[in-house]
T-cell receptor
Framework: GNSVTQMEGPVTLSEEAFLTINCTYT??????LFWYVQYPGEGLQLLLKATKADDKGSNKGFEATYRKETTSFHLEKGSVQVSDSAVYFCALMNYGGSQGNLIFGKGTKLSVKP | NAGVTQTPKFQVLKTGQSMTLQCAQDMNHEYMSWYRQDPGMGLRLIHYSVGAGITDQGEVPNGYNVSRSTTEDFPLRLLSAAPSQTSVYFCASSYSSSGGRELFFGEGSRLTVL
């Protein structure tokens, strides 16, 4: 079946530190991969996505590259800010019909200290 | 543009009571879904719909009913609430059920069952 495994948190960093949150997946075929972010008290919102192997998604200084050979989609940011404190979810979606649903990892809570 | 609207935001029930969580979207999206979020579990799919009159079960459907009589609305019904249904519930929608698309989430409904 399809599944997503991401590093467990919480992760605590100082402002301007480098961030990596690991994500690996198991899926049939060629899924699309996503990172969603949940700020305190809010719903989830799309941070970035990649729909095929070797694609790089990027947004707000965050990046992730779809690596088919290692079945990974690690999230990185070169210099985090206090405002990046949130829970980050890695997710996959296969194509169409009953497979066209998002499958989430368990989430990684990031806290950034000034 | 309201996006995805969930009501109520907070609810406390006693075991055995029934209630309906409302979800409405104003983006003319075909696809709608309900997730529950529990600590350490990420988000798990309860039910989803690929269009008016069509619903299907997700990963954790037991104890929940849904219907989709209009494109805009996708209510989630708890017929006899149990403490195990204490959770935060998110409704999400997208323009289609094809792969690679973004899901738009509501702000969540926090339910406590005593």
């Amino acid at each position: 079946g399809n599944s997503v495994t991401q590093m467990e948190g919480p992760v605590t960093l100082s402002e301007e530190a480098f961030l990596t949150i690991n994500c690996t997946y198991t899926a049939t075929g060629y899924p699309s991969l996503f990172w969603y972010v949940q700020y305190p008290g809010e719903g989830l919102q799309l941070l970035l996505k990649a729909t095929k192997a070797d694609d790089k998604g990027s947004n707000k200084g965050f990046e992730a590259t779809y690596r088919k050979e290692t079945t990974s989609f690690h999230l990185e940011k070169g210099s985090v800010q206090v405002s990046d404190s949130a829970v980050y979810f890695c997710a996959l979606m296969n194509y169409g019909g009953s497979q066209g649903n998002l499958i989430f990892g368990k989430g990684t809570k990031l806290s950034v200290k000034p | 543009n309201a996006g995805v609207t969930q009501t109520p935001k907070f609810q406390v029930l006693k075991t055995g009571q029934s209630m309906t969580l409302q979800c409405a979207q104003d983006m003319n999206h075909e696809y709608m879904s309900w997730y529950r979020q529990d600590p350490g579990m990420g988000l798990r799919l309860i039910h989803y719909s690929v269009g008016a009159g069509i619903t299907d079960q997700g990963e954790v459907p037991n104890g929940y009913n849904v219907s989709r009589s209009t494109t805009e609305d996708f209510p989630l019904r708890l017929l006899s609430a149990a403490p195990s249904q204490t959770s935060v519930y998110f409704c999400a929608s997208s323009y289609s059920s094809s792969g690679g698309r973004e899901l738009f989430f509501g702000e969540g409904s926090r339910l406590t069952v005593l």
